[in-house]
């Protein structure tokens, strides 16, 4: 149900970048050895939330904003 709507679309991407950069964090293993095909993603996902981590975190402010405003 979380791809028909935009912003539950928007919230499952930005935790899966928060997750997989957390797993990165914890255990490197478990998603640099998985940098082709379908787990792939998770190694990518792991990559945004390194490098552009300041963004993620005000995307994570903004999300929480509109969830406590709802």
Do not use: H
């Amino acid at each position: 149900s979380a791809l028909f709507n935009f912003e539950s679309l928007l919230r499952v991407i930005l935790l899966m970048i928060c997750t997989c950069t957390y797993i990165r964090a914890v255990a490197p293993r478990l998603i640099d050895r998985n940098k082709e095909g379908f787990l792939g993603l998770l190694w990518m996902c792991a990559r945004i939330g390194e490098r552009l981590s300041p963004y993620v975190a005000l995307a994570c402010f903004a999300m929480a904003m509109s969830l406590i405003i709802q």
